[in-house]
């Protein structure tokens, strides 16, 4: 057999792990780690919000989005992650409008959007108002037209006659696979990171990291944090190598797939609570789990949350406010998106109010206010209740310096009453929404209409 290049040996070899792994927290044992990673401290309580430029406004610009920046914080969001904001490849691109995920240019701004000062104009209008920006990073691949392949076509991945090769598994034809074993190139990423923190970007969600190394990322931040402290996301789950020094997040896709298999009866509601169990015992309280119902991939290419979770949503919502982990939200969800957004066209967001708006703003706002919510070891730590209704009740509590959080939620379309045993957290609380005092005894009863909801403050 013909010996392959050195760089696609490791991809292929590593496309192989990903694909035998690819549910690992799911069906086989992650060992239990320890992560020194020190977050931001205006992470501790903070909500995610993901921003599609291109599809957020009609004209599809930094200008125009940051009219709507009032708007999001009365919302209550913190963070803005920006999808790629970069220079889209035309050579291989996908029609009409190409991939984000294409990157012509990893210092320049796409300019469809604007340019790098209107950009640099939205970062200052955004601090002004105390959010705080991460964008998306693209380090597995580049366009096939980014200046790099050119300059340095040692920096990339060839194949036996010494072409460059798409990432393999993947129908992305519209980029080119990096090698991370050059050491240039490394030093190449880390100047362009440091770049964008220099304009004002606080942080990076870091696109398909699987095969960069660990050890570039803990480089990375430890030179980043001598600008500013920055926030740092992995789009990665069973990997925890990433968390150790590296990053302060990564995403809970399993989580992600139960409650859309949970809504649909494809798994049972005792699978929720072994989950978080099993979480427990392998993520540190420290590290934070991204928990979400939608993003763009999932919107794009699995669907709208109405169609993969109908009225589950809110149940759900409330476990994704309330239980541990640091919620997302995408753009639109706010505004009952019902629809698939395009990924290669222009698509653009209807805004309107819905009865889900003041719902997300209710539970942000709960969030904030009750330090048991807050985020990683910031929060407390998630204890399960007992019920006589485990298939199909979830109940938990989560405590922290004397504020404590009582969750019950009906993951089914019946009515359902029952009788908790509320030994470790008996006293007198108030119903976060309705504003209702209510003391929580041991002949304490409850009735939750369907996909119903109970949470009460202390």
Same mark, same amino acid.
């Given at each position: 057999?013909?010996?392959?290049?050195?760089?696609?040996?490791?991809?292929?070899?590593?496309?192989?792990?990903?694909?035998?792994?690819?549910?690992?927290?799911?069906?086989?044992?992650?060992?239990?780690?320890?992560?020194?990673?020190?977050?931001?401290?205006?992470?501790?309580?903070?909500?995610?919000?993901?921003?599609?430029?291109?599809?957020?406004?009609?004209?599809?610009?930094?200008?125009?989005?940051? !009219?709507?920046?009032?708007?999001?914080?009365?919302?209550?969001?913190?963070?803005?992650?920006?999808?790629?904001?970069?220079?889209?490849?035309?050579?291989?691109?996908?029609?009409?409008?190409?991939?984000?995920?294409?990157?012509?240019?990893?210092?320049?701004?796409?300019?469809?959007?604007?340019?790098?000062?209107?950009?640099?104009?939205?970062?200052?209008?955004?601090?002004?108002?105390?959010?705080?920006?991460?964008?998306?990073?693209?380090?597995?691949?580049?366009?096939?037209?980014?200046?790099?392949?050119?300059?340095?076509?040692?920096?990339?991945? /060839?194949?036996?006659?010494?072409?460059?090769?798409?990432?393999?598994?993947?129908?992305?034809?519209?980029?080119?696979?990096?090698?991370?074993?050059?050491?240039?190139?490394?030093?190449?990423?880390?100047?362009?990171?440091?770049?964008?923190?220099?304009?004002?970007?606080?942080?990076?969600?870091?696109?398909?990291?699987?095969?960069?190394?660990?050890?570039?990322?803990?480089?990375?931040?430890?030179?980043?944090?001598?600008?500013?402290?920055?926030?740092?996301?992995? !789009?990665?789950?069973?990997?925890?190598?990433?968390?150790?020094?590296?990053?302060?997040?990564?995403?809970?896709?399993?989580?992600?797939?139960?409650?859309?298999?949970?809504?649909?009866?494809?798994?049972?509601?005792?699978?929720?609570?072994?989950?978080?169990? /099993?979480?427990?015992?392998?993520?540190?309280?420290?590290?934070?789990?991204?928990?979400?119902?939608?993003?763009?991939?999932?919107?794009?290419?699995? *669907?709208?949350?109405?169609?993969?979770? *109908?009225?589950?949503?809110?149940?759900?919502?409330?476990?994704?406010?309330?239980?541990?982990?640091?919620?997302?939200?995408?753009?639109?969800?706010?505004?009952?998106?019902?629809?698939?957004?395009?990924?290669?066209?222009?698509?653009?967001?209807?805004?309107?109010?819905?009865?889900?708006?003041?719902?997300?703003?209710?539970?942000?706002?709960?969030?904030?206010?009750?330090?048991?919510?807050?985020? *990683?070891?910031?929060?407390?730590?998630?204890?399960?209740?007992?019920?006589?209704?485990?298939?199909?009740?979830?109940?938990?509590?989560?405590?922290?310096?004397?504020?404590?959080?009582?969750?019950?939620?009906?993951?089914?379309?019946?009515?359902?009453?029952?009788?908790?045993?509320?030994?470790?957290?008996?006293?007198?609380?108030?119903?976060?929404?309705? *504003?209702?005092?209510?003391?929580?005894?041991?002949?304490?009863?409850?009735?939750?209409?369907?996909?119903?909801?109970?949470?009460?403050? /202390?």
């Amino acid at each position: 057999m013909e010996k392959l290049p050195i760089g696609l040996l490791t991809i292929l070899i590593a496309f192989a792990l990903i694909i035998a792994g690819c549910s690992l927290f799911g069906k086989k044992e992650i060992k239990p780690f320890v992560s020194d990673v020190i977050h931001p401290e205006w992470t501790k309580n903070a909500v995610l919000y993901e921003v599609n430029i291109r599809q957020f406004t009609p004209e599809g610009t930094f200008n125009a989005f940051a !009219e709507h920046l009032p708007r999001l914080k009365d919302l209550g969001v913190d963070i803005l992650w920006f999808m790629p904001i970069s220079p889209i490849g035309v050579k291989n691109r996908k029609p009409l409008l190409g991939s984000y995920y294409s990157v012509k240019d990893y210092k320049d701004v796409n300019p469809e959007f604007g340019n790098l000062e209107d950009f640099r104009s939205l970062v200052a209008k955004a601090h002004d108002l105390g959010f705080h920006v991460i964008i998306d990073w693209v380090p597995n691949h580049s366009a096939w037209d980014n200046q790099l392949a050119t300059d340095h076509p040692d920096w990339y991945s /060839k194949d036996s006659i010494g072409n460059f090769i798409p990432p393999i598994g993947f129908d992305w034809t519209d980029v080119i696979q990096f090698d991370w074993s050059n050491k240039d190139l490394q030093d190449y990423m880390i100047g362009a990171l440091k770049f964008w923190v220099e304009l004002g970007v606080d942080g990076f969600r870091v696109d398909h990291p699987h095969i960069t190394p660990y050890e570039f990322w803990e480089r990375a931040r430890t030179e980043l944090n001598t600008l500013k402290p920055v926030l740092m996301i992995a !789009e990665n789950e069973d990997q925890t190598d990433f968390l150790k020094k590296g990053f302060d997040m990564n995403y809970s896709w399993v989580l992600h797939h139960m409650m859309n298999n949970v809504a649909r009866k494809k798994e049972s509601v005792k699978a929720v609570t072994r989950y978080f169990n /099993k979480e427990k015992s392998v993520f540190p309280q420290n590290v934070y789990r991204m928990v979400f119902l939608d993003n763009h991939d999932e919107n794009s290419w699995n *669907g709208t949350i109405n169609s993969r979770m *109908g009225e589950a949503q809110v149940p759900f919502a409330v476990l994704v406010f309330t239980a541990q982990g640091f919620p997302l939200l995408y753009n639109g969800q706010e505004a009952c998106l019902d629809k698939s957004l395009k990924f290669f066209v222009k698509d653009t967001i209807k805004w309107d109010t819905c009865r889900m708006t003041s719902f997300y703003k209710d539970l942000i706002k709960m969030k904030k206010e009750n330090k048991a919510l807050w985020n *990683g070891d910031f929060g407390g730590p998630m204890s399960d209740i007992k019920t006589n209704k485990k298939n199909k009740i979830i109940a938990y509590y989560r405590e922290k310096d004397g504020n404590r959080v009582v969750v019950f939620l009906n993951l089914t379309k019946k009515s359902v009453t029952f009788k908790p045993d509320i030994n470790a957290v008996e006293g007198d609380y108030k119903d976060y929404f309705t *504003g209702q005092k209510t003391g929580l005894t041991k002949n304490f009863r409850v009735t939750i209409d369907p996909w119903g909801y109970k949470v009460f403050v /202390k």
